[in-house]
C-alpha cells in the first residue's frame, strides 16, 4: 500500500526530504547542505545543478532511512526557497547561469532607476504594490531574471530560439523531475516575482514589460493542490505525482493549519517571519509590510501579510561565536532565567532593520548598562529582543487593518521556553507551540494529500494540528507597555546612530 507521502523542503543552505505518514507524522528525514558562492560583494548564487543533486540525493536518503520503496509513497509535494531564480535551456535542461539567491542584492541600482520610472500615468513603485503587494526590490525575482537575460551569454540566443524557460527552485524541480514535461509553479511562488498580478492571478503583461522580462518564458502558474505532472520513474524507481507546491513560509502557514483569518504563524530561525491569514482580501500596508498570497486552493486565493526581521535566532549564535558568552544556544534559557531585572535593551540591528523600518543604515547597540550587568542579563535581552520584533510586526499589522488571534510559532528558536514565554507577555497574546514543528515540509504533505484525496478539506487538516505547549500571557499590559515604549526609544537611537 502506497501509505506516504514525500516532502522536498529545498531550503537556502540545504535540501531536505521529510517521509510522512497519512497522519502527517514523519517517519525518515534526509538533509543535505550544498556550496554558497559569493562571487561579489553582494552577490549569492546557487548551482542549480548542485541543488538538483542534492535533493535527488536526500530522496533517496530519506527512503532508504524509512526502509522504503518509492512505491510506498503516494504522492509528493515540494516547498522552496522563495524567490531564488533560474533560467535554463529547454532541450538540455542546463541553466545559463547559476541560480541567483533571494539575498542577492546586484540589482540594487537597477531597481533604483526602474523606482524613478512611471506605468502609465503613476508612479512605478505605486503600480508594482497596487498589482503585486510588493515593493521595487532586488529581493524579488523579475530583476534577478532581466540580469540573466542580459547577462548570461546563451540567454538571447536561446531566447531567439523559444528555447529559454525561466522560474523559481520549484518550477526548475519540477521541470527536473518530469524531464520537460512540466513548465509550472504555484501561485504563493509566482507572487513573489514581482510579475504576477495579486488580483487576476496571472501573469501581468505590464510589469513583464516593464522588468523587460518575456512572459512566455514563465511557468503556467497552478493552485498549491494541483496536479503538477509526474517525476519520472528512472529517478527514484516509480512514478509519483506531484501534487503540492508552495513557497517556505506559505508552507508554514499551511502546516501550522492557520486557515482562519486573523490566525496568525511566526518562523524563528535565523531570521523571523511572520505571516497572517487575512482572507479573501488583500491587505496593503503603510507600514512596510508585504501583501501576498497566503495559499491558493480550489481557484480560491486567501492573502496574508508579511513581516520579516533579518536577525532574531541569529543574535544569540552572534553571542555564542561572536562574544562567546555562550557554549550552546541553548544555554541561553538557564541564563536569561538568572538575569537580574534590569532595564537593559539590545538592538539586533547589525544589517540594518528590516519591517518595519526598512533602515538599512541602523546599526546595533546594547542600552541601560549598568556596573552590574553582566553576561545574563545581555542574553536575557538579546531573547527579548526577538520578541520585541515580533511586536513591531504584529503591531504594524493591526495599525493596517489586519486582526490577529493566537500567534502559532516553530523554528529553532522556539525550543527555548522562556523565549516564548517573554514573547507572551510582550506580545499580550497566546503563544501556541505545535507539536509537529517541520511546519514547512509538512504544509508540502498536507497540499500533496489534499490533492491527492488523502484529506477531503482544510477542515480536516486543521484537525491534524495538535499542541506542544501554550504560553498564556502572565505580565499585565502596563508592563508590557513600558517596556515596549522603552524599546521604540532603543530601535530610534540606533536609527540616529546610523553605519553609513
Ligand atoms: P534556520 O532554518 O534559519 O537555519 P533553525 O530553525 O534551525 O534556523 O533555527 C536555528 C536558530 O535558532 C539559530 O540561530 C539558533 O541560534 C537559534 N536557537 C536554536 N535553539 C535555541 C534555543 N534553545 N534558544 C535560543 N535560540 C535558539
Redesign the pocket.
Known amino acids: 500500500m502506497a501509505d506516504y507521502i514525500l516532502a522536498i523542503d529545498q531550503?537556502t543552505?540545504s535540501s531536505r526530504a521529510m517521509i510522512f505518514d497519512l497522519k502527517g507524522q514523519v517517519v525518515a528525514i534526509d538533509q543535505q547542505e550544498f556550496k554558497q558562492s559569493f562571487p561579489h560583494e553582494g552577490w549569492v548564487e546557487h548551482d542549480p545543478e548542485e541543488i538538483w543533486q542534492s535533493v535527488c540525493h536526500v530522496v533517496k536518503g530519506a527512503l532508504a532511512k524509512a526502509s522504503l520503496q518509492a512505491s510506498d509513497i503516494r504522492g509528493l509535494g515540494i516547498t522552496n526557497q522563495r524567490e531564488t531564480t533560474v533560467l535554463w535551456d529547454q532541450e538540455t535542461g542546463q541553466s545559463v547561469y547559476p541560480a541567483i539567491v533571494w539575498q542577492d542584492r546586484r540589482t540594487a541600482d537597477h531597481c533604483k532607476t526602474l523606482k524613478a520610472k512611471s506605468i502609465g500615468q503613476e508612479d512605478a513603485d505605486a503600480v508594482v504594490k497596487q498589482k503585486t503587494g510588493l515593493l521595487i526590490d532586488p529581493y524579488f525575482s523579475a530583476t534577478k531574471m532581466n540580469w540573466i537575460l542580459e547577462n548570461a551569454p546563451q540567454a538571447k540566443a536561446l531566447l531567439q530560439k523559444q528555447q529559454l524557460r525561466a522560474g523559481t527552485i520549484d518550477s526548475y524541480l519540477i521541470w527536473k523531475l518530469t524531464n520537460g514535461q512540466s513548465h509550472v509553479t504555484d501561485a504563493t511562488n509566482a507572487c513573489r516575482t514581482n510579475l504576477f498580478n495579486i488580483h487576476t492571478q496571472e501573469w501581468d503583461e505590464e510589469l513583464c514589460d516593464f522588468f523587460q522580462v518575456p512572459s512566455d518564458i514563465l511557468p503556467e502558474v497552478k493552485d498549491c493542490a494541483a496536479d503538477f505532472g509526474v517525476c519520472d520513474e528512472s529517478y527514484f524507481g516509480a512514478a509519483l505525482p506531484i501534487a503540492g507546491v508552495a513557497g517556505d513560509q506559505h508552507a508554514a502557514l499551511i502546516g501550522q493549519a492557520c486557515f482562519k483569518e486573523g490566525m496568525s504563524k511566526c518562523?524563528?530561525?535565523?531570521?523571523c517571519f511572520l505571516n497572517i491569514n487575512t482572507g479573501n482580501k488583500p491587505i496593503f500596508s503603510e507600514h512596510g509590510l508585504i501583501t501576498t498570497l497566503g495559499y491558493r486552493i480550489n481557484g480560491k486565493v486567501t492573502y496574508a501579510m508579511e513581516g520579516s526581521a533579518f536577525i532574531?535566532?541569529?543574535v544569540?549564535?552572534w553571542l555564542?561565536d561572536g562574544l562567546e558568552l555562550l557554549k550552546s544556544?541553548?544555554d541561553?534559557?538557564a541564563m536569561a532565567e538568572q538575569a537580574r531585572d534590569q532595564q537593559v535593551f539590545f538592538v539586533p540591528a547589525f544589517t540594518g532593520l528590516g519591517a518595519p523600518y526598512w533602515d538599512p543604515n541602523a546599526r546595533g547597540a546594547i542600552f541601560g548598562l549598568t556596573r552590574d550587568t553582566g553576561k545574563n542579563e545581555i542574553v536575557s535581552a538579546a531573547?527579548e529582543s526577538v520578541c520585541f520584533q515580533t511586536m513591531d510586526l504584529l503591531a504594524a499589522m493591526q495599525q493596517d487593518g489586519a486582526e490577529f488571534t493566537a500567534l502559532r510559532v516553530d523554528?529553532?528558536?522556539t525550543?527555548?521556553d522562556l523565549?516564548m514565554q517573554m514573547m507572551a507577555d510582550i506580545a499580550q497574546t497566546k503563544v501556541l507551540r505545535p507539536a509537529m514543528t517541520e511546519t514547512t515540509a509538512l504544509g508540502a504533505a498536507y497540499l500533496t494529500g489534499l490533492q491527492l484525496g488523502i484529506w477531503s478539506s482544510l477542515e480536516e487538516i486543521a484537525e491534524l494540528w495538535a499542541q506542544d505547549r501554550a504560553f498564556e500571557v502572565a505580565k499585565d499590559k502596563d508592563w508590557s507597555q513600558q517596556r515596549y515604549q522603552r524599546w521604540q526609544a532603543a530601535v530610534k537611537a540606533c536609527q540616529v546612530f546610523s553605519g553609513a
Open positions: 531550503g543552505t518562523t524563528y530561525g535565523t531570521g532574531a535566532g541569529a544569540i549564535q555564542r544556544a541553548k541561553s534559557k531573547l523554528g529553532g528558536m525550543n527555548n523565549a
